[in-house]
């Protein structure tokens, strides 16, 4: 699977859009991107994902270029419960598994 | 609750000893995953099983662990003559569906070991 690289933190104020990037630049034309998001002493929890469309869902956004070499993930109006770790995740199209990096530990401060 | 359920939540033990951790995978999903995680580190993939099926384990997974699904629904995951290195927090997952591309992973709370 494509290794992504994430900011290592992130801060955002209550109520604003919180826009977290990913590059991807080595995924193939097969692999998805996927987001799951930490919250603290919790397991991860699925967020978005998409191919080569931009996707929307109660949660989030998942804007990805046209290239597909990255991709933003985007909470339109972040509260404090969304502080958490945050994952970007490339996954081809025949693996069961998802290999995480470190993540973006985004802070929402009030 | 229809979620991913792990037991115990936390569990300490003494260097040397045996310890097994269950998973109750979220009903009818035929895939379940464990997971080691660190503090800092993101999850690591250790193994998983397509229903009684073991399909791939890491290299992560030394002669000491061993994970079971016997029927295809619940698993366990034990650890023999537990190491300090072993401390660390041990989540599962599960995910359905007849394809496991587009299928999500749900996570349970995971269970925290501590290897005195």
């Known amino acids: 699977d494509a290794k992504t690289t994430q900011p290592t933190s992130m801060d955002c104020a209550e109520g604003r859009a919180a826009n977290l990037p990913c590059n991807h630049s080595?995924?193939?034309?097969?692999?998805?991107v996927y987001w799951y998001r930490q919250i603290h002493s919790q397991g991860p929890q699925y967020i978005i994902h998409?191919?080569?469309n931009n996707e929307t869902n109660e949660m989030a956004s998942l804007i990805i270029t046209e290239d597909r070499k990255s991709s933003t993930l985007i909470l339109p109006h972040a509260t404090l419960r969304d502080t958490a770790v945050y994952y970007c995740?490339?996954?081809?199209?025949?693996?069961?598994?998802?290999?995480f990096g470190t993540g973006t530990r985004l802070q929402v401060f009030p | 609750d229809t979620g991913v359920s792990q037991n115990p939540r936390h569990k300490i033990t003494k260097r040397g000893q045996n310890v097994t951790f269950r998973c109750d995978p979220i009903?009818?999903?035929?895939?379940l995953y464990w997971y080691r995680q660190t503090l800092g580190q993101g999850p690591e993939f250790l193994t998983y099983?397509?229903?009684?099926?073991?399909?791939?384990k890491s290299r992560l997974l030394s002669d000491r662990f061993s994970a079971e699904r016997p029927k295809g629904s619940f698993s366990t995951l034990e650890i023999q003559r537990t190491e300090q290195g072993d401390s660390a927090m041990y989540l599962c997952?599960?995910?359905?569906?007849?394809?496991?591309?587009?299928?999500?992973?749900?996570f349970g709370s995971g269970t925290q070991l501590s290897v005195l």
């Open positions: 997952a599960s995910s359905g569906g007849a394809f496991a591309t587009n299928e999500k992973l749900f």
């Open positions: 080595t995924i193939s034309g097969n692999e998805y």
């Open positions: 998409g191919l080569k």
């Open positions: 995740i490339v996954r081809s199209y025949n693996t069961d598994k998802l290999i």
């Open positions: 009903s009818e999903h035929n895939r």
């Open positions: 099983f397509q229903n009684e099926a073991q399909l791939e």
